[in-house]
């Protein structure tokens, strides 16, 4: 070695590598050093890389759990190699093949990263040049993951960026069945499985299902999966299926809040109108089908007007949300609770007779009386109850019932409020 390169600064040797080179704290995923390239490559300052952690760096990295597995894996067996993308400062991301080993110096332990752009080997990958590859090339990127199963011997290859999508290395996951049908969430596994053999029984002309996936962390991923089989043996068995995965978890989340806005009443959180009307009609339905006793109560608040002229509409609606909740926490597991509009509510009581309903609004009108509405401010508040039962009425659909529990609950209000009548046969009506 020339005597003028024995003493120089390693930093010098590290500046002038192509490859990105990282020292990272293994606990807390911090960069503790870098070099030039790592720096310049992604358009950052050094001391910039420097405030970064593999979990802002990474763009495949989420959160420390997954980042505390990967580096479990390192650990036991002292190298880890993944394919991933940086995020580059201009908002855009690079390639990498990255190579992580651990040692420790002076009892403290490190992870030396060195990081490949493949950009352009992936441009110009050999093995693409001809059109079946090309056509692999472009099914990979345009989804987040390819599989090909060979049937007769349960191999599985699982493309990288299926196991990117999932937090895995290039050099993990099981080339097998089950490594995937393992991780299929529970509940949807034997839909999956039924689909999926009822394409392999010809029953079906492709594979196609949306169900849940575990990834690295133990949390699930929406993911829509679609396959086909591709290669037949002599007698028509299938010997080979070829298929894609897309994450469809952002979906399914704006799918679940669209269907909560469209469900629940946006001021209290319980059920709207339209999801609670077809809540009771099950509800009553199932009772009629067992011949068991229902009760449908409409309840009203008393006087509310005088709470939006006197203290405004702001406090009224403090005033619903309170008296929901004071309803909700009376509800058994099995009833139903959900607001009618303005100040009424309805409440189905499955299972429930004419006595026990008598006893339950009495527990209703005392909470009321007890409730603390000093909170809000405000007198204390009463409330106007009117019940129809099924055994008190030939008709036992919901309009039915809705209607001798709206008339009862008028007459409530008519004669004193703060009170509960009952809807009996033949168009009477009973005080309590």
């Known amino acids: 070695m020339p005597k003028e390169l024995s003493t120089v600064d390693l930093n010098v040797l590290f500046d002038n590598m192509e490859d990105a080179v990282y020292l990272i704290d293994p606990g807390?995923?911090?960069?503790?050093?870098?070099?030039?390239?790592?720096?310049?490559?992604?358009?950052y300052e050094k001391h910039e890389i420097l405030n970064h952690s593999v979990l802002s760096l990474q763009r495949h990295m989420?959160?420390?759990?997954?980042?505390?597995?990967?580096?479990?894996?390192?650990?036991?067996?002292?190298?880890?190699?993944?394919?991933?993308?940086?995020h580059h400062k201009n908002g855009g991301d690079?390639?990498?093949?990255?190579?992580?080993?651990?040692?420790?110096?002076?009892?403290?332990?490190?992870?030396?990263?060195?990081?490949?752009?493949?950009?352009?080997?992936?441009?110009?990958?050999?093995?693409?040049?001809?059109?079946?590859?090309?056509?692999?090339?472009?099914?990979?990127?345009?989804?987040?993951g390819l599989w090909e199963w060979e049937i007769s011997n349960g191999h599985v290859f699982f493309s990288p960026q299926l196991k990117k999508m999932l937090g895995y290395g290039p050099d993990e996951m099981e080339p097998t069945v089950d490594t995937w049908s393992n991780n299929i969430h529970p509940e949807d596994l034997e839909y999956v499985m039924a689909s999926l053999n009822a394409h392999l029984n010809n029953e079906r002309s492709h594979y196609e299902h949306q169900y849940r996936l575990k990834n690295r962390n133990g949390h699930y991923l929406w993911v829509h999966d679609k396959g086909k089989i591709c290669e037949r043996d002599e007698s028509g068995n299938p010997i080979m299926m070829v298929g894609m995965v897309h994450n469809i978890n952002k979906l399914k989340?704006?799918?679940?809040?669209?269907?909560?806005?469209?469900?629940?009443?946006?001021?209290?959180?319980?059920?709207?109108?339209?999801?609670?009307?077809?809540?009771?009609?099950?509800?009553?339905?199932?009772?009629?089908?067992?011949?068991?006793?229902?009760?449908?109560?409409?309840?009203?608040?008393?006087?509310?007007?005088?709470?939006?002229?006197?203290?405004?509409?702001?406090?009224?609606?403090?005033?619903?949300?309170?008296?929901?909740?004071?309803?909700?926490?009376?509800?058994?597991?099995?009833?139903?609770?959900?607001?009618?509009?303005?100040?009424?509510?309805?409440?189905v009581?499955?299972?429930?007779?004419?006595?026990?309903?008598?006893?339950?609004?009495?527990?209703?009108?005392?909470?009321?009386?007890?409730a603390d509405w000093q909170t809000l401010g405000i007198p204390k508040q009463t409330i106007s109850i009117g019940i129809a039962c099924t055994s008190e009425s030939d008709s036992k659909d919901f309009e039915s019932l809705f209607k001798r529990a709206d008339s009862a609950s008028y007459i409530a209000k008519q004669s004193g409020r703060n009170q509960t009548v009952i809807a009996k046969a033949n168009d009477e009506y009973s005080f309590k």
Not at 33 to 39: D, L, S
């Open 28 to 43: 807390s995923s911090n960069i503790l050093w870098c070099n030039r390239a790592a720096h310049e490559d992604l358009g």
């Open 62 to 86: 989420v959160g420390m759990p997954q980042w505390e597995e990967i580096a479990q894996v390192i650990r036991n067996n002292k190298s880890f190699t993944f394919v991933g993308n940086h």
């Open 94 to 144: 690079i390639s990498v093949e990255i190579i992580t080993t651990v040692f420790e110096y002076k009892h403290q332990e490190y992870f030396l990263s060195v990081a490949r752009d493949i950009g352009k080997r992936l441009e110009h990958e050999d093995t693409l040049n001809t059109r079946d590859h090309r056509i692999w090339f472009a099914l990979n990127e345009a989804s987040d």
């Open 253 to 347: 989340q704006l799918e679940q809040q669209l269907e909560d806005l469209a469900s629940e009443d946006f001021l209290t959180k319980l059920p709207n109108r339209r999801c609670g009307e077809l809540k009771a009609q099950e509800l009553i339905s199932k009772a009629i089908a067992h011949n068991q006793d229902l009760c449908l109560a409409m309840l009203d608040l008393d006087y509310f007007k005088r709470i939006n002229d006197q203290y405004g509409h702001q406090r009224g609606d403090e005033v619903l949300k309170f008296t929901a909740d004071i309803l909700s926490r009376f509800m058994r597991p099995t009833d139903l609770i959900y607001r009618w509009g303005g100040e009424e509510f309805i409440c």
């Open 349 to 370: 009581f499955p299972n429930t007779s004419i006595v026990e309903i008598n006893s339950f609004t009495a527990k209703i009108h005392k909470l009321f009386e007890n």
